[in-house]
């Protein structure tokens, strides 16, 4: 009987990657190894990754390897001009518009490996160029693209829930953002939470909510103000990611969403700053500029480096493209 072949002469692809996580929300960078993906444009290649080239997204983001949890953030040449990098985000669901976790996940790899130092970066994307600033004590602030609230206080029948008041609003990707009053965003109760927010989904697609130009509101975002022992107000939310894994992060498009809304409601000024939390627990910090009449957030927040290596595709692995229906 000949021996079987040695497990390296098997590896058919290599990707090397490097893994972080933003207030606990994980991003897994792909630095190298991923096929060219054609287009003019990052948004071009985007739908390149969301047609031809989905298996590599599930190789990178689903079981074995990632989980449904994690977001994938491609490393790209930029298209647009002075920006260190270009990137695609993308879950287990498929690609995103936009990601302030991620961005921050990003700009703390780039500098783990040394490829960038202190300072302001520019990073095309495929919904417009964000500026990151990297601060000397490894916080990140995100000036994301210019969020708006797009509906106000729209109605919708959910089953089981009743009617359902929200906003619709653009931070990147787009939300329905509903007041939750006092009622507790904590881990103990994610299984609900996950439960409504998925059938809130549902009853606004069935409704035919939508965003702007019948884009799909794929995010989730329940909020709640509850007083702490100081007669402080602690702002929680819980966000609903569009393949139903919730954001551990306070959810930096999330947030953009949400002082925007704060802004078209006369909430919050320009400069002042607003805390927002996870339902982890998590702290993400939001303030926003005025530009031409356009709310501009920044997000600031901290990520931490967990792993770096390769993901592995060996010949004849029945999983090698990720565990899929
Ligand atoms: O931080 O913007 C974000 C985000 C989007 C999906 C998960 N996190």
């Not at 021996?3 to 207030?23: K, N, Q």
């Not at 792909?30 to 096929?35: H, N």
């Not at 780039?110 to 490894?138: F, S």
Request: net charge negative; glycine share 14%; aromatic share 6%.
């Amino acid at each position: 009987m000949s021996p079987a072949a040695p497990p390296t002469s098997r590896v058919t692809h290599r990707l090397s990657f490097v893994d972080s996580h933003s207030a606990g929300e994980p991003t897994r960078v792909v630095l190298g190894g991923f096929p060219e993906l054609p287009g003019e444009t990052l948004a071009q290649q985007r739908e390149a990754l969301r047609g031809d080239f989905d298996r590599w997204r599930t190789l990178v983001n689903l079981e074995p390897r990632g989980n449904d949890v994690l977001v994938g953030a491609l490393l790209l040449p930029p298209k647009a001009p002075d920006c260190v990098a270009g990137v695609i985000y993308f879950n287990n669901a498929g690609p995103l518009g936009m990601c302030g976790h991620g961005t921050m996940g990003l700009v703390s790899t780039l500098a783990y490996l040394g490829r960038i130092g202190p300072g302001d970066h520019r990073i095309d994307t495929p919904v417009g160029v964000v500026t990151a600033t990297l601060h000397e004590d490894g916080r990140v602030s995100v000036a994301n693209v210019p969020a708006f609230r797009h509906l106000k206080d729209v109605c919708v029948a959910v089953p089981g829930l009743g009617e359902v008041r929200g906003d619709v609003a653009w931070g990147g990707n787009w939300f329905f953002l509903v007041n939750v009053g006092e009622r507790v965003l904590s881990l103990e109760n994610v299984a609900e939470l996950g439960g409504e927010t998925l059938r809130i989904r549902q009853a606004l697609s069935e409704a035919g909510i939508t965003g702007e130009a019948g884009a799909e509101i794929d995010h989730i975002e329940l909020f709640s103000t509850v007083q702490d022992s100081k007669g402080g107000g602690v702002n929680r939310n819980f966000v609903m990611c569009p393949g139903g894994a919730y954001d551990r992060s306070p959810c930096g498009t999330g947030t953009s969403a949400k002082l925007a809304c704060l802004a078209a409601d006369g909430k919050l000024e320009p400069g002042q700053v607003w805390r927002q939390e996870s339902v982890i627990g998590s702290v993400f910090e939001g303030q926003y500029s005025l530009q031409g009449g356009q709310v501009h957030p920044v997000i600031t927040g901290q990520a931490f480096i967990t792993m770096q290596g390769e993901l592995i595709v060996q010949d004849g692995d029945p999983f090698a493209w990720g565990i899929r229906p």
